[in-house]
């Protein structure tokens, strides 16, 4: 299996909320910057939010803000990505990935390992 597991995709309306989650048996996440990621077919991979080991976060557009929020498990063993008000062009494959750097990060390129995706599909 690959060490990052993502969980929590599914069919929701317009409007809706969903809560994904980042899991891992591979290694400690709390040691590592973790990010989430989205690609919706025909469009490149882009950062949706990042958290660092010092839970320092950062959300990648202003779109995003407000909507998407990204923390920390309280047993530090998941990374989740709160969706709120969800619309259509938030339908998409979603990724969590790892990182050894030490701010939050918006760029696929920093993170080495990834997990294999979960759907999020916003439609009526």
């Known amino acids: 299996q690959l060490p990052l597991v993502e969980s929590g995709g599914a069919l929701v309306q317009p409007g809706g909320s969903l809560r994904l989650s980042c899991s891992s048996s591979g290694f400690i996440l709390s040691q590592y910057n973790i990010g989430w990621f989205r690609q919706a077919p025909g469009k490149e991979r882009e950062g949706i939010a990042s958290?660092?080991?010092?839970?320092?976060?950062?959300i990648c557009a202003d779109s995003l803000k407000g909507r998407f929020t990204i923390s920390r498990g309280p047993a530090k063993n998941t990374v989740d990505l709160q969706m709120d008000s969800l619309k259509p062009e938030d339908t998409a494959i979603y990724y969590c990935a790892a990182a050894a750097i030490s701010t939050p990060m918006c760029d696929p390129g920093f993170f080495g390992s990834w997990g294999q995706g979960t759907q999020v599909a916003v439609s009526s």
């Open positions: 958290i660092a080991t010092s839970g320092a976060t950062r």
